[in-house]
């Protein structure tokens, strides 16, 4: 049974399109009604099982390592607008800060190479919806199209939890692409709190040089609001990271037994590690 799980480089990366487009326009039976972690378990009879959380991108290493049945997928978007995005259920304040980003990108980066992790930009997919989705057919050969993105307005049914989310069901649009440019204020805020972010727009295509922060104001005249904290507390840190190593070795164990279990975790973690410094 496919399992497929989408996963974020933050909040507002379009997570939520990305379950709701799966859900829709592909043959899949049994799906969460809006988040849900990557421990949760599968209801019975289900041919192909959908979730989505975008935090637990800092989760699912272990799983992909025990579960030759899981597939993730990892929406990436331009941070500057990510950091500009508001959510439905709390229009007048921004969305999330970039403590998100700079968190769940290393865990990104760390795999990137794996076979069943599906980096998908943001951009692309609302500018080339149908061409993303045939990437998706090709990877998970195991479940079928059933309708083209660029239709999934006519045919969804999103949760109340989506549409607070996505803020209504509409068609597929790159309007949102850029929309930073209008919020210069709370993108230099946000490097002044975290650090630059240059060598990261660079890295993932966004930007050549840093001659883009040319349009940032000198001087911001008041702070904007975040519905997030700036800063993870410990307790936040090791709540999002609850259960990643001991879940994997519940699922394997039932396998494999519990020392071959950790042993096989332990000696996948260490090969991703070196294939990411490299």
Not at 20 to 40: N, V, W
Not at 51 to 60: A, F, G, N
Not at 189 to 211: A, P
Request: with cysteine.
């Amino acid at each position: 049974m496919p399992r497929i799980h989408v996963v974020g480089a933050s909040p507002r990366t379009g997570t939520t399109l990305m379950f709701e487009l799966l859900k829709t326009c592909f043959d899949i039976d049994c799906y969460s009604q809006h988040e849900d972690r990557i421990t949760a378990w599968s209801p019975k009879g289900c041919e192909a099982f959908l979730t989505k959380k975008p935090s637990d991108i800092l989760r699912v290493g272990p799983f992909l390592l025990v579960n030759p049945d899981l597939h993730v997928i990892y929406m990436l978007r331009d941070p500057r607008d990510v950091i500009t995005s508001k959510h439905g259920s709390d229009p007048n304040r921004y969305w999330a800060g970039l403590r998100f980003w700079k968190l769940y990108t290393r865990y990104g980066d760390r795999l990137k190479y794996h076979p069943r992790f599906i980096t998908i930009k943001y951009e692309n997919l609302v500018n080339y919806p149908n061409r993303t989705q045939k990437k998706i057919s090709n990877k998970i050969a195991s479940i079928s199209i059933s309708a083209k993105f660029s239709n999934y307005h006519k045919v969804a049914d999103p949760s109340e939890g989506s549409k607070d989310a996505m803020r209504g069901v509409r068609p597929i649009s790159p309007s949102s692409v850029g929309r930073w440019r209008d919020h210069l204020p709370r993108v230099k805020e946000q490097i002044d709190i975290h650090g630059d972010i240059t060598k990261d727009l660079i890295k993932y295509g966004y930007e050549k040089d840093e001659s883009w922060k040319k349009d940032l104001p000198n001087e911001i005249k008041s702070k904007s609001k975040s519905h997030w904290p700036e800063k993870f507390s410990s307790e936040e840190l090791a709540k999002l990271k609850e259960g990643k190593i001991k879940q994997p070795i519940i699922f394997l164990s039932k396998k494999v037994g519990i020392y071959k279990a950790y042993s096989i975790l332990k000696e996948g973690i260490r090969n991703s590690k070196e294939k990411t410094s490299k």
